[in-house]
């Protein structure tokens, strides 16, 4: 197994400018990156593959500098957005590719490419042209021939984004299946938080050019370092407070902070707990499938609140003007 590791990057492209200190992907590790678009992810992919050079820094795997050695050298699968596959090569010769470059025996061909069918859950399809397969079976093919040369490290950028929700979902499922089964180490590049989330053991959240933070998918849903982060991963509450005496409060909101002056709290809306009270008003409110979007005002500062509809201390039909409310867990921002 093989880690990937980037130090201290720069590279300029026009009036762009990627600078990343470091960032490294373990052995066997799934890590995403995660930013919208033109935060320069595909960019980062493509200076770990080696199409691009680095203006400044070095590009190691297994701490070894790969900054000189060419993309076919580097041991590396790799798919795109786009299948680019060979429209008039059959499924079997388009992963078959490859391995013919590298000359390897007939038999050898053979034997690993119905492993990689199979591996795709594409058995039986050898045989079939490309204009003959649906998006997302098009996208496996696409996979079988990146995994079928036995790479080391595997790169993605927005695999699943031409694919429809329901197929998208199955196969991000899968990817994550066979990169466990293979531990091969993995870079995936997604401007879908859900997906990040799903499919990661850590993500690193870009922001022009920069990385804002890395971490576990939880850690940074729960506690970003900052507003981007908050934001980008989902619905977020930020609010500033005036604390004192390590405390401050909101209504009958009283949040530990143990610390004095201006303070920025972050929650998600399901830390919000709905109770029997008044002092925070409905101002709006939204139906989700089996859940409840609300829209909190507490001394004019705007909360939105999300729960189950059984977890409500009344029912919908019987909506109340004012509530309580409780935050069960914050950080500080
Ligand atoms: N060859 C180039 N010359 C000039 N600018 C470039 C070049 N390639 C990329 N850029 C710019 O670099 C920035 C980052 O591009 P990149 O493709 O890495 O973004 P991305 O995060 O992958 O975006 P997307 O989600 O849209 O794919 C963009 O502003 C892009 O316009
Ligand atoms: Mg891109």
């Given at each position: 197994m093989v880690s990937v590791e980037l130090r201290e990057i720069l590279k300029i492209l026009g009036d762009f400018r990627l600078e990343i200190e470091s960032l490294k992907a373990k052995e066997g590790e799934f890590l995403t990156l995660l930013g919208p678009s033109g935060c320069g992810k595909t960019t980062t992919l493509r200076i770990i593959a080696g199409f691009e050079k680095p203006d400044r820094g070095e590009v190691l795997f297994n701490s070894k500098v790969m900054n000189e050695i060419p993309p076919y050298e580097r041991n590396i699968g790799i798919v795109f957005q786009d299948y680019a596959l060979f429209p008039h090569m059959t499924v079997f010769k388009n992963i078959a590719f490859g391995l013919e470059l590298r000359k390897l025996p007939r038999e050898e061909i053979e034997k690993k490419v119905r492993w990689a069918l199979k591996l795709v859950g594409l058995e039986g399809f050898e045989n079939r042209y490309p204009e003959q397969l649906s998006g997302g079976q098009q996208q496996r093919v696409a996979l079988a021939r990146a995994l079928v040369i036995e790479p080391e490290v595997l790169l993605l950028d927005e695999p699943l984004s031409n694919l429809d929700a329901k197929i998208r979902e199955r196969l991000r499922g899968e990817i994550k299946r066979i990169q466990k089964e293979l531990s091969i180490t993995t870079i995936y590049v997604t401007h879908d938080q859900e997906e990040a989330m799903a499919i990661s053991d850590r993500i690193a959240v870009m922001n022009d050019g920069r990385i804002e933070q890395v971490g576990k998918p939880l850690e940074l849903y729960y506690t970003p370092k900052t507003e981007f982060v908050a934001k980008f991963l989902g619905l977020s509450n930020i609010i500033e407070l005036e604390a004192e005496n390590g405390k401050a409060r909101l209504g009958k909101l009283c949040f530990n902070v143990s610390k004095d002056g201006k303070?920025?709290?972050?929650?998600?809306?399901?830390?919000?707990?709905?109770?029997?009270?008044?002092?925070a008003e409905i101002v709006s409110y939204e139906l989700l499938p089996g859940r409840i979007r609300l829209r909190l005002s507490i001394e004019g500062k705007e909360i939105i609140a999300e729960r189950f509809l059984d977890e409500l201390p009344f029912k919908v039909e019987n909506m109340p003007k004012k509530v309580g409310v409780q935050v069960k867990s914050f950080a500080l921002l």
């Open positions: 303070v920025r709290i972050f929650f998600r809306p399901e830390s919000v707990y709905i109770t029997e009270g008044d002092f």
